[in-house]
């Protein structure tokens, strides 16, 4: 049982028949087909996922409202729900937010780090402080999420302004797909900006949904 869509406009699940042992995930939506791909490849049945629209990251401050809006509309059809969002730009209310209700998010500051997993994140990102990151979504997702809330696509002189100081641009593949890598150089030269590639996989994201 699946509430998600390409739109990743938040929908609400149908109660499920028995609700004992069942995990409701309540995911930014940036995540969605990453947690599909992890569920059908490892046979977590027992996994129901609702989204939030991935377009709350232009908004952090409505990521907190917005999860435990949420989880107040599904405490009562799961056993356990877990919280697909590291803080992304919260400030720490969306961790003190799930501790008062008593529900699981994922540790780190945000999606490139449990991508390449918090504990390497930490030791590399003082080095990589001029680095841009681009997830598989990301690629995809370029000009909705970057290029035209930019205003990129209008004013293409704003690249100097917003990417000046940035030096490479990372794309952490979560999938081995030549076509997105492709997608992401092309990205790196629209910016201006030498490109890596890393294939990160899943990262710490497989690593929490596994012990679920």
């Not at 799930?98 to 990102?125: K, Q, T």
């Not at 293409?156 to 593949?173: H, M, S, T, W």
Request: aromatic content about 8%.
């Amino acid at each position: 049982m699946i509430a998600s869509d390409d739109t990743l406009r938040e929908s609400g699940l149908p109660a499920p028949s028995d609700p004992r042992g069942r995990v409701l995930v309540i995911a930014c939506g940036a995540l969605a087909r990453e947690i599909i791909d992890l569920r059908d490849q490892n046979g977590w049945h027992h996994i129901d996922l609702t989204c939030l629209p991935a377009k709350l990251h232009l908004y952090p401050d409505r990521i907190t409202a917005e999860v435990e809006a949420a989880v107040a509309k599904h405490r009562d059809t799961h056993a356990h729900i877990f919280v697909a969002y590291a803080d992304c730009g919260t400030g720490g209310l969306l961790k003190a937010a799930c501790d008062r209700l008593g529900v699981e998010m994922i540790a780190g500051p945000h999606c490139y780090s449990f991508f390449e997993g918090n504990d390497r994140f930490a030791r590399i990102s003082e080095d990589e402080i001029t680095t841009f990151y681009l997830t598989d979504f990301l690629v995809r997702q370029f000009d909705a999420f970057i290029i035209k809330p930019m205003g990129l696509d209008r004013r293409p002189e704003l690249r100097d302004i917003y990417f000046g100081n940035y030096e490479k641009l990372v794309y952490q593949a979560q999938t081995d797909d030549p076509a997105l890598t492709e997608k992401a150089r092309a990205c790196a030269d629209r910016l201006g900006l030498a490109f890596e590639r890393r294939l990160t996989g899943y990262g710490d994201l497989e690593d929490v949904l596994a012990d679920l």
